[in-house]
């Protein structure tokens, strides 16, 4: 049976580790004929769904990702609540659909448990687009939100095994959501502008839960290839 994380007092503690490092972390958590759920937060740009993605095929049919930016509200209900200029905010969620899914992930079930996606070219959550089978023993969700305690999201930490925070300088997060802007067809001065007012608050709420993680991690992942090359944008 679940039980709800141990209080601690004190601080997380802070690690500096590789990826191989984390995939080792992450696969002692994978227990055959047993369900856990790893959550993975920090702010926006953090490198959040890039872990996810290196992850994923280390781990292979030991885990299944399921990310709390599927629901998102849709952009016609955000239109309709006043909330398309904060798109992103805490109150711009599914938060008790994204309860719900994580509470029925944990029980498990016969066959498999649907989750939505975000499709970010579209900036459009998609339903029922990941399925994740009952003998998958490790289900990876991460986001932005999953330490907060306001707008319902405290009811999420109690669904998880364990959370760890990415921690990245603030200057760092701020230059890979322009790039990553920029790479969905965003103009340069409007990147920046929505980067540095909706992007940063969020931002700033979300470093203030840090110190409620199980554990924080600087991830040394290059931005650069050997060879000079960019990799993809973290996000």
Known sequence: MHQAPRSRTGPPPVVRESLQQLVDRAAALARPGSRRILGITGAPGAGKSTLCAALLPSLGDQAALVGMDGFHHANVELRRLGRSDRKGAPDTF????????????????????????????????????VPVFPDVPLVITEGNYLLREDHGWSAVRACLDQLWYLDVPPEIREQRLIRRRESFGHERQAAEDWVRTVDGRNGRTVETSRSRAELVVHLDMPERSPDGTELPVPG
Do not use: C, M, N, Q
């Not at 944990?106 to 339903?127: K, L, Q």
């Open 94 to 129: 599914d938060v008790d659909g994204y309860v719900a899914l994580l509470t029925r992930l944990r029980a498990r079930s016969p066959g498999p448990i649907y989750g939505p996606v975000f499709d970010r070219a579209h900036e459009e959550p998609i339903g029922s687009a």
